[in-house]
């Protein structure tokens, strides 16, 4: 029962996010505080757990694991719901609108994407549904596209906009991998409408009805809420965006993939991922952080992912990491020297003959 409750402190953060926007005047940066300075503290005061699930067949094929994350959508549009309807029923400071801002955006990046995610991976058409749902209310509907079928497939190599390269700031992978990946969904779904001969104004073409969805929503909010709420709406979904680019950033940082003469690289091994086997993050992300796993088999499902012994591991947390990449020449000092040897080589060219 506690292998299985466990994950529900990941609900945590929109708890204190609904705090925080409820309560502004006493807690509106409770979330940022909670999310950045409570969580990578006691993370950095704890030891990592490279332990796995006991009985992990059985728990592969729990169902309670699936509710909880299936439980996201309500908390995400309940969240960003209750946030839209104070901003736009009530007056509040321009401080307090940031600290409710930034919570309503925390919780679009840690449930609406990081859920969509895991679920995003499943074959069940409700879990696909939900997933996309996720990703719509936080106006990154295209991940959906991009991380199956690009991101999973050119991990740790040129081709992926989302895997940062040794020496690259995160200001700029962040430029490259918010225009680059929304560029290859494009990509993936023409590609996908061209070889099953559908129109590109179909219902098949899923990256045009993200854009429509998308656009709709933000008109409902700016015509019902009025357009200073859609602003804020927009900008809660930009920091949720960039959670997400920069948990990215930490995950392949200069972690690149071998690439032999005839221009093909090496299947995706654990060695391409940056791994954190911290107690409570892991928890709190879904296991998230113990990504190598995720790349080797992408099927898996999180409550199952598994600590190896060559996958590279970070010096902290997530949350941590994610506050020290914000410093360039911080997070240089202390990555570049563990960046593994088998990265060292790839010749940063693109291959001709790989599409």
Same mark, same amino acid.
């Given at each position: 029962?506690? =292998?299985?409750?466990?994950?529900? /402190?990941?609900?945590?953060?929109?708890?204190?996010?609904?705090?925080?926007?409820?309560?502004?005047?006493?807690?509106?940066?409770?979330? #940022?505080?909670?999310?950045?300075?409570?969580?990578?503290?006691?993370?950095?005061?704890?030891? @990592?757990?490279?332990?796995?699930?006991?009985?992990?067949?059985?728990?592969?094929?729990?169902?309670?694991? =699936?509710?909880?994350?299936?439980?996201?959508? @309500?908390?995400?549009?309940?969240?960003?719901?209750?946030?839209?309807?104070?901003?736009?029923?009530?007056?509040?400071?321009? #401080?307090?609108?940031? $600290?409710?801002?930034?919570?309503?955006?925390?919780? /679009?990046?840690?449930? $609406?994407?990081?859920?969509?995610?895991?679920?995003?991976?499943?074959?069940?058409?409700?879990?696909?549904?939900?997933?996309?749902?996720?990703?719509?209310?936080?106006?990154?509907?295209?991940?959906?596209?991009?991380?199956?079928?690009?991101?999973?497939?050119?991990?740790?190599?040129?081709? =992926?906009?989302?895997?940062?390269?040794?020496?690259?700031?995160?200001?700029?992978? !962040? %430029?490259?991998?918010?225009?680059?990946?929304?560029?290859?969904? !494009?990509? %993936?779904?023409?590609?996908? #409408?061209?070889?099953? $001969?559908?129109?590109?104004?179909?219902?098949?073409?899923?990256?045009?009805?993200?854009?429509?969805?998308?656009?709709?929503?933000?008109?409902?909010?700016?015509?019902?809420?009025?357009?200073?709420?859609?602003?804020?709406?927009?900008?809660?979904?930009?920091?949720?965006?960039?959670?997400?680019?920069?948990?990215?950033?930490?995950?392949?940082?200069?972690?690149?993939?071998?690439?032999?003469?005839?221009?093909?690289?090496?299947?995706?091994?654990?060695?391409?991922? !940056?791994?954190?086997?911290?107690?409570?993050?892991?928890?709190? #992300?879904?296991?998230?952080?113990?990504?190598? =796993?995720?790349?080797?088999?992408?099927?898996?499902?999180?409550?199952?992912?598994?600590?190896?012994?060559?996958?590279?591991?970070?010096?902290?947390?997530?949350?941590?990491?994610?506050?020290?990449?914000?410093?360039?020449?911080?997070?240089?000092?202390?990555?570049?020297?563990?960046?593994?040897?088998?990265?060292?080589?790839?010749?940063?060219?693109?291959?001709?003959?790989?599409?």
């Amino acid at each position: 029962m506690i =292998d299985r409750l466990k994950y529900l /402190c990941g609900f945590s953060i929109p708890l204190v996010a609904i705090a925080s926007i409820a309560f502004p005047v006493q807690f509106a940066f409770g979330a #940022l505080i909670y999310a950045f300075g409570i969580i990578p503290l006691i993370e950095l005061l704890s030891k @990592p757990d490279a332990s796995k699930i006991y009985n992990a067949e059985n728990a592969a094929s729990d169902r309670v694991y =699936d509710m909880m994350l299936l439980l996201g959508l @309500p908390v995400q549009l309940f969240t960003l719901g209750f946030f839209l309807y104070q901003i736009s029923s009530f007056e509040f400071s321009t #401080l307090q609108l940031i $600290g409710m801002t930034s919570a309503a955006g925390i919780v /679009c990046g840690v449930i $609406g994407i990081n859920i969509a995610h895991e679920l995003g991976h499943r074959s069940g058409k409700l879990e696909q549904f939900v997933a996309q749902c996720l990703l719509l209310s936080t106006q990154y509907a295209h991940f959906f596209v991009e991380h199956n079928h690009g991101h999973h497939r050119y991990v740790a190599t040129p081709l =992926d906009p989302a895997t940062a390269r040794k020496g690259q700031s995160l200001y700029a992978f !962040w %430029i490259q991998s918010l225009f680059g990946s929304y560029r290859s969904a !494009w990509k %993936i779904q023409l590609h996908s #409408l061209k070889k099953k $001969g559908n129109s590109f104004f179909s219902m098949h073409n899923n990256m045009l009805l993200y854009l429509v969805i998308q656009l709709a929503v933000i008109g409902a909010i700016g015509i019902f809420m009025g357009w200073f709420s859609a602003a804020l709406y927009l900008a809660a979904s930009f920091i949720g965006i960039i959670l997400l680019e920069t948990i990215n950033y930490i995950e392949h940082y200069g972690l690149l993939r071998k690439q032999n003469a005839s221009g093909n690289f090496e299947r995706v091994v654990h060695g391409h991922s !940056w791994n954190a086997d911290y107690p409570l993050g892991r928890m709190m #992300l879904f296991e998230l952080t113990r990504h190598s =796993d995720h790349h080797y088999k992408a099927s898996k499902k999180y409550q199952v992912l598994e600590s190896y012994t060559d996958a590279p591991q970070l010096p902290a947390g997530y949350p941590a990491m994610m506050l020290l990449s914000l410093i360039p020449p911080l997070w240089f000092a202390v990555m570049d020297a563990r960046i593994s040897a088998n990265g060292e080589g790839l010749s940063q060219r693109l291959p001709h003959n790989i599409a």
